[in-house]
């Protein structure tokens, strides 16, 4: 199972509201990614963890908030988001944090009103 | 510090001829390159990869790219182009050191006419 899902498909927020992003994998991989991706862009990263555990923070704004409860879960917790936050956003998750190859998921649309 | 440049933002065929999307790569390391493709509203699925073994990558779906460190290049062919290959393509490469960063190039959507 090559598989990492991530849910809801779709959301709509507005400025106030607080959300979470959730992504799952069964693969055994102890590396996780977050990674925006704007219209037409390619993606960019946000968060790496590595065996639970924050190893990377693209300086995003303290509005996402990481977390990985166990090595199958990752969530992105949304708070006080700005229309600019509205994108695509994909977890991808890979065995381990070094040469590995990166599965990602189908991504979670995110527009913020 | 590394980087990849896609060369052609927009490649347009006619179904059932060859596909020719262009990738250079800067890298002071043997790098490791990748092709993905994501489909539209969709992620992005791994096409191939490239970690020092055969310089000629088979991919799936018929994909293929060759690593040239000569001309610093992994440009991704496929011999006959299907309706259900127009998508946006990303050549990827990873950062040597700092963990299992990757570097996109700006992508090349590939449109399949009839």
């Given amino acids: ?113 | 510090a590394q980087s990849v440049t896609q060369l052609d933002s927009h490649v347009s065929v006619s179904e059932g001829t060859p596909v020719l999307l262009r990738c250079n790569y800067s890298s002071s390391y043997s790098p490791s390159l990748f092709w993905y493709v994501q489909h539209p509203n969709k992620g992005l699925q791994l096409l191939l990869k490239y970690t020092s073994a055969a310089t000629l990558v088979k991919g799936i779906n018929g994909f293929e790219a060759e690593f040239k460190k000569s001309e610093t290049s992994f440009h991704l062919t496929k011999p006959s182009a299907h309706m259900s290959d127009a998508a946006e393509y990303f050549c990827v490469v990873r950062l040597t050191g700092g963990g299992n960063k990757l570097t996109f190039g700006t992508g090349t959507q590939l449109k399949v006419e009839l």
């Fill in chain 1, 1 to 113: 199972d090559t598989e990492v899902t991530q849910t809801p498909k779709h959301l709509v927020m507005g400025m106030t509201n607080k959300k979470s992003l959730k992504c799952e994998q069964h693969m055994g991989h102890r590396a996780m990614y977050w990674y925006k991706q704007k219209a037409k862009k390619p993606p960019e990263l946000m968060f790496v963890y590595s065996y639970e555990k924050l190893s990377i923070n693209e300086s995003v704004p303290s509005r996402f908030s990481p977390e990985c409860p166990n090595s199958s879960l990752l969530n992105l917790h949304l708070h006080a988001l700005q229309p600019e936050d509205s994108a695509l956003y994909l977890c991808a998750s890979s065995p381990l944090a070094g040469v590995e190859t990166q599965y990602f998921g189908p991504g979670t649309r995110l527009l913020v009103l």
